[in-house]
């Protein structure tokens, strides 16, 4: 089912909602049918379909399902006649004949079933077992045709983003998607002897009451201190690279827009020179102003003599 432009940011899903949604994504993938998967625990199709399209994470796990499902059936299916047995078919005007079977193609229904099927899972193989081929025959294709090789990469694109969305929305507290655990009560501990429950509390005493560190700067198994060092500077640099580009492409669109720059000092608008007024008639004591003598913030030198 394409996707028909979900909310990037819904109201978050209750715990009740989220089990609601989890199930009927289990009884999808497994029987490829959002009628059936909703019958099958009391759901109507209507309640997933409006939660489908205010939500996008739900809308990429509901494609992806079907992908799942698709591709599990391709491969369960084994009523395809063989190349060169005869087989029925019946024709366009409803007549029923005798043909020998042809070997399977790729078509443009094939090709645009991968494609959907890739822009919702991000994987090829498992978009190409739900068209029905082999990865290897749209790899083929992606060779032989500059348009499908396009549409490709866009529905690969296309995937990465909705499965980038919906793993940040599974990070968010209020997603309740990975959280049943916490309700149910928890098992028996283990036995074991005060030598093993001290071993256990070594091994995980920095990840649970110190800061672990992050995997992707730990220093790997026999990796010198020095290439250590010179990979995360290598890594601080890109990043800085990247942050330098972004800010280069933000100010080209600012300069093409013609917007000011947020960084420059503020102009401020010089009020009109008829407006200034050099002598104050607050005061109806003071003198009138003498035009042949300069002011300096509404006084004349004499007067600051005199003060």
């Not at 379909?49 to 205010?54: A, G, I, S």
């Not at 078919?89 to 645009?112: C, F, V």
């Not at 800061?211 to 026999?222: L, N, S, V």
């Not at 042949?292 to 004499?302: K, N, V």
Request: proline residues 7%; hydrophobic residues 40%.
């Amino acid at each position: 089912m394409p996707s028909t432009g979900p909310s990037t940011n819904p109201r978050p899903f209750n715990r009740r909602q989220a089990q609601e949604n989890q199930a009927f994504l289990a009884a999808l993938r497994r029987t490829g049918n959002v009628r059936e998967a909703a019958r099958s625990l009391g759901y109507h199709r209507s309640t997933m379909v409006k939660r489908r399209n205010r939500d996008a994470a739900f809308a990429a796990e509901w494609d992806a399902a079907l992908a799942l499902a698709h591709a599990r059936l391709n491969a369960a299916e084994r009523a395809e006649p063989v190349e060169g047995e005869p087989h029925i078919i019946r024709t366009a005007a409803g007549r029923l004949q005798l043909r020998r079977a042809q070997p399977r193609r790729l078509d443009r229904a094939a090709e645009q079933a991968f494609l959907a099927a890739l822009s919702a899972t991000a994987n090829v193989r498992l978009s190409a077992a739900a068209a029905g081929f082999s990865h290897s025959a749209f790899y083929a294709r992606r060779r032989e045709s500059p348009a499908f090789a396009r549409e490709m990469r866009l529905a690969l694109e296309m995937g990465y983003e909705r499965l980038e969305m919906a793993l940040l929305e599974a990070a968010d507290p209020d997603s309740y998607r990975d959280d049943a655990w916490r309700y149910n009560d928890p098992p028996p501990i283990p036995q074991m002897s005060a030598g093993e429950a001290l071993q256990l509390l070594h091994l995980h005493q920095k990840e649970v009451r110190l800061q672990a560190e992050p995997a992707h700067i730990k220093r790997r198994r026999g990796e010198s201190r020095e290439a250590h060092s010179f990979r995360l500077a290598a890594m601080y640099e890109a990043r800085l690279q990247r942050d330098r580009e972004a800010f280069d492409i933000a100010e080209a669109e600012r300069r093409a827009a013609g917007e000011p720059s947020p960084f420059g000092p503020k102009v401020l608008p010089l009020p009109a020179l008829d407006q200034v007024k050099g002598w104050s008639k607050a005061d109806p004591a003071k003198r009138p102003q003498d035009r042949e003598r300069p002011m300096f913030g509404g006084w004349r030198i004499g007067d600051w003599k005199k003060e």
